[in-house]
Structure formats: structure tokens, C-alpha cells
T-cell receptor
């Protein structure tokens, strides 16, 4: 089954404790992306990756890191989480290029993060 | 880059009534528009998209949207809603030099029995 998986689905942590949210897709997609969803603000893009070893900042990259060492995985790293990073996070993937990205992005189920 | 505005944060409606969720876009250069739906506790899934061609776009679950260049709008419509349509709906747009979509703030559709 074609899917995007994220782990963990729920996470409660404390300020300053490094964490990683994993994202994996099994569709051989080149393009992957991270979003955060906050009430009243919709989805805002954090980082995206056009292919292996190619990443770029989205609209709200501060406080986040990503890496793309393999095509299927795109982890999101919070080196020193703060309470304002409490949010619902989504990973998405699609084929690359204008035709790929404009056609269908597949979203993971989301990771709800609470930073105390 | 393209930006989109969803004019209503919440739309309550009774079951079997028609509904319209409004979306306006900014750039008229190479416009690509989407509607996504997010059911409770799930990720987003694509409802429909406009890339080119016919301005009336039909999507899944009986939804349709019309690309209106003169009004810079891409409103989503359904003639008769069901309780199961209760969800968050996001308009997204790309173009104006970028093909990576940006999302609106979302509209919560609440269908009452």
C-alpha cells in the first residue's frame, strides 16, 4: 500500500530536549516536505527536499533541521525544542518537477508534538 | 509566488443543504489551484485540482470547484452535503514563478443533522 508514515504520532517533551520525528514514504517520490499546522494559521511549510541531499527552507524553518540521506526518509529534527514549536506536524511527498508536485502530494497522518 | 485566502474560518450548514467554501488567489500568472480535505485525526488528501483547461473541475465525493479568472476565485461547492463531509478544507495555490503550493488557513465545514 502506497503511504507516508510518521513516527511518533504523539509526543510530549520538555524544553531543550532534542527530538527527531521520522517520515518515510514507499512510493519512490523525489519531493518531500514538512509542514506545521496551527489553529487559524493553516499549513505552513518548514522545509522541503527536491531529492537526496537537496533540501531548502520553507516559510518557517527557524528552530528546525532536516536531512535527506536516502530517498525514502526525511526526518525532522528539533535540536532544542521550545513551547512555540508545540504543533501538529505533517510530512508529505510527491514525484518531483512541475508535473509531479502539482499533481498529487501524499500526506502522512500527522505527529502531534507538545513541548512543555 | 502564489498566495491564497480562505474567506471563512468556519461554515455551519444543515445536512442535504448546498455549500460553498470560498477561496481567492493572488497572482494571475500561471495559476495552479487545489482543494484538500482533512478529516478528523487524519492527514490531508486531495479533493480536486485546477492546472489548466476547463474552468469547472470535478473532484471526489461530489465536490466541484470553478476557476474564475476575472474574480480571482476558486470556490468549492457541493449541492447536498452529508454529515460525513464535516472536515477541515484547505485551498492551496502555486504559480507566479513557483510550483510548490502554499496553503490557506483552512475552513472548518460543520454539517448539522
Amino acid at each position: 500500500e502506497a503511504q507516508v508514515t510518521q513516527n511518533p504520532r504523539y509526543l510530549i517533551t520538555v524544553t531543550g530536549k532534542k527530538l527527531t520525528v521520522t517520515c518515510s514514504q514507499n512510493m519512490n517520490h523525489e519531493y518531500m516536505s514538512w509542514y506545521r499546522q496551527d489553529p487559524g494559521l493553516g499549513l505552513r511549510q518548514i522545509y522541503y527536499s527536491m531529492n537526496v541531499e537537496v533540501t531548502d527552507k520553507g516559510d518557517v524553518p527557524e528552530g528546525y533541521k532536516v536531512s535527506r540521506k536516502e530517498k525514502r526518509n526525511f526526518p525532522l529534527i528539533l535540536e532544542s525544542p521550545s513551547p512555540n514549536q508545540t504543533s501538529l506536524y505533517f510530512c508529505a511527498s510527491s514525484f518531483s518537477g512541475q508535473v509531479g508536485i502539482l499533481n498529487t502530494q501524499y500526506f502522512g497522518p500527522g505527529t502531534r508534538l507538545t513541548v512543555l | 509566488a502564489q498566495s491564497v485566502t480562505q474567506l471563512d474560518s468556519q461554515v455551519p450548514v444543515f445536512e442535504e443543504a448546498p455549500v460553498e467554501l470560498r477561496c481567492n488567489y493572488s497572482s494571475s500568472v500561471s495559476v495552479y489551484l487545489f482543494w484538500y480535505v482533512q478529516y478528523p485525526n487524519q492527514g490531508l488528501q486531495l479533493l480536486l485540482k485546477y492546472l489548466s483547461g476547463s474552468t469547472l473541475v470535478k473532484g471526489i465525493n461530489g465536490f466541484e470547484a470553478e476557476f474564475n479568472k476575472s474574480q480571482t476565485s476558486f470556490h468549492l461547492r457541493k449541492p447536498s452535503v452529508h454529515i460525513s463531509d464535516t472536515a477541515e478544507y484547505f485551498c492551496a495555490g502555486a504559480g507566479g514563478g513557483s510550483y510548490i503550493p502554499t496553503f490557506g488557513r483552512g475552513t472548518s465545514l460543520i454539517v448539522h443533522p
